[in-house]
């Protein structure tokens, strides 16, 4: 029989955008029991009528992933294919693990999680299905240390052959960002880049390891230049172009290596969607703008549901002031997720950015930026951000769009309570400085304001 192996997609969201700044989260393939994974039903020990219901099964799963159809009904078709295989062996670790990839194809992950556990009950030894038990887990829990343990155990249970286990641990290493090393490493950076060296020397063409190389280049880089430590979002590419970063560039030898790295992928792969992603993050480090708009744009046409693409688009064309293009880009985004706090508040951005006061719809368009913006505080409203946004609104449009001078004022206080509170929130957070001393001074403005105001109405009073 036929070893037949195929790069799987994850169903992990999460994890689409881990890999998504230099390359997609692909996970690992279904596996057939000529792979000889894990102790539990490997070639020798399974019947001719169980590979027979097994190739099946691999075929349909292969099929519908070429031809990109999964449905509910599908998942659950196929599983039960996979789940006939075992019926038929008694055990077939293979094949479960198959069956929890199919429920992950259409996000079943509690079924998909379901049959991982059985695999490993049965087969400690398999590797693959510790390695989605260590995605899980962390997504439940947001423990780093745990994650990495897992995928350390899998990796090690491999013999370090298993190459997305491997992309994966480097991605959680480099998450961490500790000082914890092992034999051959020093610290979780040096350990993360020696485990993508493994993944490479195995497969020097498997997407996910060149991004999380390029990753590692873009993170250092950063890191290198003083910024604070990346967040997991940042880890995974989700970390958009934020103003926040714009004030000190990163280290541009680090950046030109990360530069290469996605080159040289892209060579390997042109359509894969997710290295022209992690291209437009280092064109716009580097200061290359029109490059970065190339890129995102071109991950955003290989891949139409790629939302970081699109949030990315979006906010390099917000830099233009191209605030139309932004538009389309972050409607894009929003019908990818419909509750994403960022995609929100910047379609808020680019809705407000062309108002000028003088538009005879004023009022609709202030009333569609309020609404993105009470969009994005039904998602979290724990977030400082929309309060800043709510006074950008209130002082430069409301207050100045008001002829009378009572309302006026009113818009005014409105503005400067929405300033306080953002300040109040965000007191001792260093990422907020710069935005915290530009609310105070805005306060002071108002304050100032509301002065001159009051003390005209006092001169006409006299007169």
Known sequence: MNMRRYAGAFAFTWLLAVQAACGGAKGPGAKSPADGEGGAGGAADVSKAALSKFDRALDAFVEHDRAGDWSAAVCESVANLFDEAVAENGTLSQATFNAGLAYQRCNDDAKARAKFEHVVKTDPKFHHARAQLALYDFRSSSNEDAAIASLEQAVKDAQFQNVPALVNLAMFQMQRDGSTGQADCRDDMACAKRNLQRALAIDDAYMPALNQLALYYFQLAKKR?????????????????????????????????AALVCSQAIRKNPNYAPIHNTAGLIHNELGQLNSAVKSFSTAAALDPKFFEAHMNLAAINLGFRGFEQAQAAYTKALAIRPNDYEAH????????????????????????????LDAAKRVDSSRP??????????????AKGSLEKDKQKAFLKQAQQSFQQ?????????????????????????????????????????S
Do not use: C, W
């Open 385 to 398: 951000d929309v309060l800043y946004n709510e006074g950008i609104l209130t002082h430069e449009l409301r």
């Open 225 to 257: 230049a003083g910024a604070p430590k990346v967040s997991s979002g940042g880890v995974r590419g989700r970390q958009v172009i934020a103003q926040a970063a714009a004030g000190k560039r990163a280290d541009q030898q680090q950046l030109e290596l």
């Open 422 to 462: 953002f300040v109040d929130r965000v007191s001792g957070r260093p990422e907020y400085e710069s935005a915290s001393k530009r609310a105070r001074d805005r306060i002071q403005d108002i304050d100032d304001t509301l002065k001159f105001l009051d003390s005209g109405v006092e001169a006409q009073g006299g």
């Open 345 to 372: 508040l910047g379609m808020a951005l680019a809705l407000r950015g062309p108002i000028t006061g003088a538009e005879p719809d004023f009022d609709q368009r202030i009333a569609a930026v309020q609404a993105e």
